[in-house]
């Protein structure tokens, strides 16, 4: 089992940055990959975001690519995600996810507990 601890979500004004970090434990040598989703009230699900470890390797949205960037830092098991050039379609709770997979990077097999990020003037 992997354990995956969000934190950094919060309200900032539209042009703003916020950086959201998440951080597991557990099982991490079954990770292949660790990324981000997010969900919009009324929304389905969005894949934004992922960041393989083997190869080093990262794939974006489209909706995100060129103002998000995630980093890890493997001293401290933890991948972040630098938010800059925030709009308010960016508003959604947030989640952490971590598969297993080394083709589908996308596919989650543990979950975040989410966290809140508000983009409002």
């Known amino acids: 089992q992997v354990q995956l601890v969000e934190s950094g979500g919060g309200l900032v004004q539209p042009g703003g940055s916020l950086r959201l970090s998440c951080a597991a434990s557990?099982?991490?040598?079954?990770?292949?990959?660790m990324g981000w989703y997010r969900q919009a009230p009324g929304k389905q699900r969005e894949w934004l975001v992922a960041?393989?470890?083997?190869?080093?390797?990262?794939n974006y949205a489209d909706s995100v690519k060129g103002r998000f960037t995630i980093f890890r830092d493997n001293a401290k098991n933890t991948v972040y995600l630098q938010m800059n050039s925030l709009k308010p379609e960016d508003t959604a709770v947030y989640y952490c996810?971590?598969?297993?997979?080394?083709?589908?990077?996308?596919?989650?097999?543990?979950w975040g507990q989410g966290t809140q990020v508000t983009v409002s003037s």
């Open positions: 996810y971590a598969g297993r997979s080394t083709l589908a990077f996308n596919r989650a097999d543990y």
């Open positions: 557990g099982s991490i040598v079954s990770i292949n990959a």
């Open positions: 960041a393989l470890f083997s190869g080093g390797t990262t």
